[in-house]
């Protein structure tokens, strides 16, 4: 007898569970197709029923000052589903800011939100500026001996400054020579030094080209040889 009434108390437990969890479950669920709007757009805004209990749900349109300029009631499709669809041109939507839906559907009331934003806003343009730069670096041959004349070459993007720096290197990175070239009107820039061996060329082997600009650089290379 005991366990006879202990399975009813259990069944009834059961039972008030599940009718606390479909009492409090929300019966419909709503969403624009998106978020924010200018004047003359499209509003759509649709949802659906999951618990059916009148064929019609009441919405209602608040401007962002909470004055209401619409109260509509939206028949439910026999799928459990509503829309409406609001053009924002009229003198009701006159104002930038948060709108407010309120859906009331029997005693359970949810609010939504949109915002309308200003046309003549006009965010803020980041210009980025390009950073001026060494776009090209040569020496007229890639081989020179003792007396020979190094003509050294090359480009950049933008003017910055008229000169570029330029530095000679030996094989073993140490500096021969410095040298200013000058920048023309058409971005081009070139410097020219005779080649003394045992002066500033005093090894044999690869040597490089370094030029300096704004805060670019770029290198170029060469084979020096007292006798070739």
């Known amino acids: ?103 009331d559907y ?11 934003e200003d046309d003549s806003f006009e965010s803020e343009t980041i210009i980025e500026i390009e950073e001026p730069e060494i776009l090209l670096l040569y020496t007229e041959k890639k081989q020179y001996t003792d007396k020979d004349i190094i003509k050294i070459t090359g480009l950049v993007s933008s003017l910055d400054s008229s000169t570029v720096l330029i530095g000679i290197y030996d094989p073993f990175g140490m500096p021969t020579g410095f040298y200013f070239a000058t920048i023309n009107s058409d971005l081009e820039f070139s410097t020219s030094f005779l080649v003394k061996s045992g002066v500033n060329f005093r090894i044999d082997g690869v040597y490089s080209v370094k030029a300096h600009y704004a805060e670019s650089e770029a290198m170029s290379f060469f084979d020096f040889n007292k006798i070739l």
């Open 1 to 103: 007898m005991l366990g006879h009434l202990l399975g009813i108390t259990l069944v009834l437990l059961s039972l008030s569970s599940v009718i606390v969890t479909e009492t409090f479950a929300e019966p419909f669920t709503a969403d624009f197709n998106k978020q924010s709007y200018h004047f003359g757009d499209s509003l759509i805004f649709s949802g659906d029923i999951f618990d059916y209990r009148m064929p019609i749900i009441a919405m209602s349109v608040y401007d962002p000052d909470n004055k209401i300029l619409s109260a509509n009631s939206l028949e439910i499709t026999p799928q459990n589903t509503f829309s409406k669809s609001i053009t924002l041109d009229s003198s009701q939507y006159e104002k930038t800011g948060q709108y407010l839906v309120k859906l």
């Open 106 to 116: 029997g005693t359970v009331t949810q609010n939504y939100h949109f915002i309308i």
